[in-house]
């Protein structure tokens, strides 16, 4: 498994994908029209797999080069503007889950709860996702059967197009949704029917994305690969599945109507479609999670072929303060500490057993204390904060990756989508009405892994015990730093106002509560300004 995913890595960095911008106002994009064009480009039949590799690495690369020097878009620091690390700074600064260190322009924004439709991370997190739509919207309109016949591509090749188009579909929905969830919905739509040449585009709204969505991915359903059939890092029909089982989930957030039913639908093919879970949770997170069992979609690294500063390099050495993790190398894998990332005291709570002490006894509770004080007065001092140590770029015999030199860069994959997730989805939807499910059913899936964490069923549940309350918790512990905080706080109604608080919510030291406006982010500025055709989301 990690040769194919070393050479689809190393297809993304050496294969510069040529498109055209359509877009005034994403006009931020480079072009890359001087080094070569689209018939050179596809003139060898190899270089379609390789294209395909260049959008699975615009979700965790940065440029045509790694780790730096030839960036995809313009920003003051490269590795700031991986399309992962952008996502997941929008999905874990603005909540209780993170408190980050550093004081770089708008990630003290972002952290509070109190950014302006300026703010140069929300910018990022914005053009990341309409320059990877644009990519992929032009290896579509590259990869037709017109396009096709007149290169008299081979028909053996062309069968493989039909999954490789699937798949790029499935990844273009992937940014929507992101746009949806992120954004409201309120953004510039345009696929590869769009002819090429500079415009504004129109925008959709909230509703429309939505049915979009929810149209396209059962479109490629079939047309994606049998559960468990494609290789390492290249998602199947599974992944349109957990897609679509999020997008119901939170419908009635994204656009006020619920659809639960058709959540536990698509949660019950999942399960059933042959993934199973990983028996050690730690697993999931090390070196060698590319032989973890229960991990969907992956976005894949490794510290040779894909250097960058953001991905998981980000999560692994962020998260790592070398004074203080003294085996920080043969603990965690990496030969240095970039002391940003901490967390909250209202976090912590979460993993408090009954007696109120830290659950010890959870294998998913991987908070570091020794020598760090629980609370944070000064966002800036080093010694503040308890750490969540869960990504590390060691393999489960303890063997560090095989990039720890000067700079760590890590072999450590992302797990975008667990089939844990679609468990608790599952227990969710139940009991938010949706129909088809069972309780008994529902519950001994959020024992399996209960038994998972503790190792016993010693914190088991009856059908009795399973309510709202607990799948949050549960989501909390199971999925902590793994880009859902936001989306799971909105849809429970805790992440604005003052229902629930955390450490420097709302930019005060105890919290406070927050306007509604901050449920979803503002269009940048700079866009709003481009394209008369878009509206500002309310409140900005």
Same mark, same amino acid.
């Given at each position: 498994?990690?040769?194919?995913?070393?050479?689809?890595?190393?297809?993304a960095?050496?294969?510069?994908?040529?498109?055209?911008?359509?877009m005034?106002? !994403?006009?931020?994009i480079?072009?890359?029209?001087?080094r070569?064009t689209?018939?050179?480009?596809y003139?060898?039949e190899?270089?379609?797999?390789?294209?395909l %590799?260049?959008?699975?690495?615009?979700?965790?690369?940065?440029g045509?080069?790694?780790p730096a020097?030839?960036?995809?878009?313009?920003?003051?620091?490269?590795?700031?503007s991986s399309?992962?690390?952008?996502?997941?700074?929008?999905?874990? !600064?603005?909540?209780?889950?993170?408190l980050?260190?550093?004081?770089?322009?708008?990630?003290?924004?972002?952290?509070?709860?109190?950014?302006t439709?300026?703010?140069?991370f929300?910018?990022?997190?914005?053009?990341?996702?309409?320059?990877?739509?644009?990519?992929?919207?032009?290896y579509?309109?590259?990869?037709?059967?017109?396009k096709?016949?007149s290169?008299?591509?081979?028909a053996?090749?062309?069968?493989?197009?039909?999954?490789?188009?699937?798949?790029?579909?499935?990844?273009?929905a992937?940014?929507y949704?992101?746009a949806l969830?992120?954004?409201?919905?309120?953004?510039?739509?345009?696929?590869?029917e769009?002819?090429?040449?500079?415009?504004?585009?129109?925008?959709t709204n909230p509703?429309?994305?939505?049915?979009?969505l929810?149209?396209?991915?059962?479109?490629?359903?079939?047309?994606?690969?049998?559960?468990?059939?494609?290789?390492?890092?290249?998602?199947?029909?599974?992944?349109?599945w957990?897609?679509?089982?999020?997008?119901?989930l939170?419908?009635?957030?994204?656009?006020?109507e619920?659809?639960y @039913?058709?959540c536990?639908?698509?949660?019950k093919l999942?399960?059933n479609?042959?993934y199973?879970?990983?028996?050690?949770?730690?697993?999931?997170?090390l070196?060698?999670?590319?032989?973890?069992d229960?991990i969907?979609f992956?976005l894949?690294?490794?510290?040779?072929?894909?250097?960058?500063?953001?991905?998981t @390099?980000?999560?692994?050495n962020? %998260?790592?303060f070398?004074?203080?993790?003294?085996?920080?190398?043969?603990d965690?894998?990496?030969?240095?500490?970039?002391?940003?990332l901490?967390?909250?005291?209202a976090f912590?709570?979460?993993?408090?057993?009954?007696?109120?002490?830290?659950d010890?006894?959870?294998?998913?509770?991987?908070?570091?204390?020794?020598? +760090?004080t629980?609370d944070?007065?000064d966002?800036e001092?080093?010694?503040?904060g308890y750490?969540?140590?869960?990504?590390?770029?060691?393999d489960?015999?303890?063997?560090?990756?095989?990039?720890v030199?000067?700079?760590?860069?890590?072999?450590?994959?992302f797990?975008?989508? +667990?089939?844990?997730?679609?468990y608790?989805?599952?227990?969710?939807a139940?009991l938010r009405?949706?129909?088809?499910?069972?309780m008994? @059913?529902?519950?001994d899936?959020?024992?399996?892994?209960?038994?998972?964490?503790y190792?016993?069923?010693s914190?088991?549940?009856s059908?009795?015990?399973?309510?709202?309350?607990?799948?949050l918790?549960e989501?909390?512990?199971?999925?902590?730093?793994?880009?859902?905080?936001?989306?799971?706080l909105? +849809?429970?109604?805790l992440?604005?106002?003052?229902q629930?608080?955390?450490p420097?919510?709302?930019? %005060?030291?105890?919290g406070?509560?927050?306007? %509604?406006?901050?449920?979803?982010?503002?269009?940048? @500025?700079?866009?709003?300004?481009?394209?008369?055709?878009?509206e500002?989301?309310?409140g900005?």
């Amino acid at each position: 498994m990690k040769r194919l995913k070393t050479n689809i890595l190393k297809w993304a960095l050496v294969l510069p994908l040529v498109f055209t911008a359509c877009m005034d106002d !994403l006009n931020t994009i480079p072009l890359d029209t001087e080094r070569v064009t689209s018939e050179s480009v596809y003139a060898n039949e190899a270089s379609y797999k390789q294209a395909l %590799a260049k959008l699975y690495g615009g979700l965790m690369l940065t440029g045509q080069q790694g780790p730096a020097g030839d960036a995809d878009i313009i920003s003051d620091d490269e590795g700031f503007s991986s399309y992962l690390r952008v996502y997941w700074n929008a999905q874990e !600064l603005p909540t209780d889950e993170v408190l980050i260190r550093w004081t770089d322009n708008g990630l003290a924004g972002l952290n509070q709860m109190n950014w302006t439709a300026t703010n140069s991370f929300i910018f990022m997190v914005y053009t990341r996702i309409f320059y990877q739509i644009t990519m992929i919207n032009e290896y579509l309109r590259q990869t037709t059967d017109e396009k096709l016949d007149s290169r008299e591509v081979s028909a053996e090749l062309r069968t493989e197009i039909g999954y490789y188009r699937a798949e790029a579909r499935f990844l273009r929905a992937l940014s929507y949704w992101h746009a949806l969830d992120l954004f409201g919905g309120n953004v510039p739509f345009v696929t590869e029917e769009d002819e090429l040449g500079s415009f504004k585009p129109e925008a959709t709204n909230p509703q429309a994305l939505f049915e979009y969505l929810e149209a396209e991915l059962k479109a490629i359903e079939t047309e994606l690969m049998e559960p468990l059939q494609n290789e390492y890092a290249r998602v199947d029909r599974v992944a349109a599945w957990m897609l679509l089982a999020k997008l119901y989930l939170n419908a009635d957030v994204y656009y006020g109507e619920e659809r639960y @039913t058709e959540c536990l639908d698509y949660c019950k093919l999942i399960i059933n479609s042959g993934y199973v879970l990983e028996p050690v949770f730690q697993n999931l997170f090390l070196a060698d999670n590319d032989q973890a069992d229960g991990i969907i979609f992956t976005l894949a690294s490794d510290g040779i072929s894909s250097q960058t500063y953001g991905g998981t @390099t980000y999560l692994v050495n962020a %998260a790592v303060f070398a004074d203080y993790q003294l085996n920080y190398r043969a603990d965690y894998g990496t030969s240095e500490g970039w002391a940003g990332l901490r967390t909250t005291s209202a976090f912590v709570d979460f993993f408090r057993d009954s007696e109120g002490e830290l659950d010890t006894l959870d294998s998913r509770n991987m908070l570091f204390t020794e020598g +760090r004080t629980l609370d944070i007065t000064d966002m800036e001092e080093i010694s503040e904060g308890y750490l969540l140590v869960k990504y590390k770029n060691i393999d489960r015999d303890g063997v560090e990756g095989s990039n720890v030199g000067s700079r760590t860069y890590v072999d450590t994959d992302f797990p975008m989508f +667990r089939l844990a997730d679609a468990y608790l989805m599952y227990a969710e939807a139940l009991l938010r009405g949706g129909t088809g499910g069972d309780m008994n @059913t529902a519950t001994d899936y959020v024992n399996s892994l209960l038994e998972r964490a503790y190792g016993n069923s010693s914190q088991n549940i009856s059908p009795a015990g399973l309510d709202l309350d607990l799948i949050l918790r549960e989501r909390t512990r199971e999925f902590a730093w793994e880009g859902h905080r936001r989306t799971d706080l909105r +849809r429970f109604g805790l992440f604005t106002g003052d229902q629930f608080l955390w450490p420097f919510k709302g930019g %005060a030291l105890e919290g406070t509560g927050t306007p %509604a406006k901050f449920e979803i982010f503002p269009i940048p @500025t700079s866009d709003i300004n481009a394209n008369p055709n878009l509206e500002q989301n309310p409140g900005y």
